[in-house]
């Protein structure tokens, strides 16, 4: 068993696939080293639910179940096979798991696979059956064409982890409260034009500031809360002035509002 060439770093998003909504997991640390030489195959599992909600995610009946199962097919599949876990597609009542695995022509890797499954959810697998799939992806495309999340899903797992600090800090997201942000562009023209974008949407714009290697910061205001997605929505909009070619959006901060 080797270990991945990167510090795992695993979050999740929501996103609407089809209609229909999806939750997926992936370990962002894998950008770090993608695509490895060693590993060019991926391999897919899918664990149909048996329980799950109407709109087909995870309900809390079998939550802890499909955790175990993912997590010793993980370990075990490390061990067996030299698989490095990527993410988990929750989607429409199943759930799939994505590895990589090394492309290894001397090993039957298809036997020893298929051997770690078995042996992963003997004693706990219930009714669940656990299909698979092996296709070769050299350049791991998969991983930053399908599991990578856009602009905005990235920077919803930014604003979740703020909210995380802003919880154990005793912040009420139901308070408004001003919001600071904050953002830099390469020139002082397109600084202005994005000043002037966020101004429609009534953001209040602090006058630009040249920066020593001549890009330029723009910070800005409004009052908002945070409960209930609405962060989420605001940075939206937020993107939907600050196109990709323009500059970076860096995030936001604001004084925790104590619960009453």
């Known amino acids: 068993m080797s270990q991945p060439p990167w510090t795992p770093s695993f979050d999740f998003y929501f996103v609407q696939m089809h209609g229909a909504p ?10 770090e080293a993608a695509p490895v030489p060693s590993h060019t195959r991926r391999l897919t599992l899918r664990v ?31 061990y067996a096979v ?12 199943n759930t799939d798991l994505f590895f990589y695995l090394p492309d290894d022509d001397d090993s039957d890797d298809d036997e020893r696979v298929d051997a770690a499954i078995e042996s992963t959810i003997e004693g706990i697998r219930g009714e669940y059956e656990i299909s698979r799939q092996v296709d070769d992806d050299e350049q791991w495309a998969f991983y930053f064409d ?5 602009r905005a899903a990235m920077q919803s797992m930014g604003n ?5 600090q802003l919880s154990e800090a005793g912040d009420d997201p139901s308070r408004e409260r001003v919001i600071d942000h904050f953002a830099f562009f390469e020139d002082a023209k397109t600084c202005a ?11 209040d714009v602090d006058p630009p500031t040249e920066r ?5 910061s723009l910070q800005f205001h409004r009052t908002d809360a945070l409960a209930e997605g609405r962060i989420d929505e605001v940075t939206t909009e937020i993107l939907g002035v ?19």
Request: hydrophobic fraction near 45%.
């Open 82 to 93: 030299d698989a490095w876990m990527v993410g988990r597609v929750v989607f429409r009542g």
């Open 48 to 78: 149909p639910m048996k329980h799950a909600r109407p709109d087909g995610l995870r309900s809390q009946e079998e939550f802890e179940a499909l955790s175990a199962i993912e997590d010793r097919l993980a370990e075990s599949l490390a």
């Open 160 to 164: 979740r982890r703020v909210m995380h």
């Open 22 to 31: 999806a939750v997926i997991a992936l370990d962002l640390g894998a950008a």
């Open 193 to 203: 034009r994005i000043a002037d974008g966020l101004r429609g949407l009534g953001f």
């Open 212 to 216: 020593d290697d001549g890009s330029w």
């Open 146 to 150: 399908f599991l990578w999340p856009d």
């Open 242 to 260: 600050i196109g990709e070619d323009d500059g970076v959006y860096d995030g936001w901060g604001c004084e925790v509002v104590a619960l009453n």
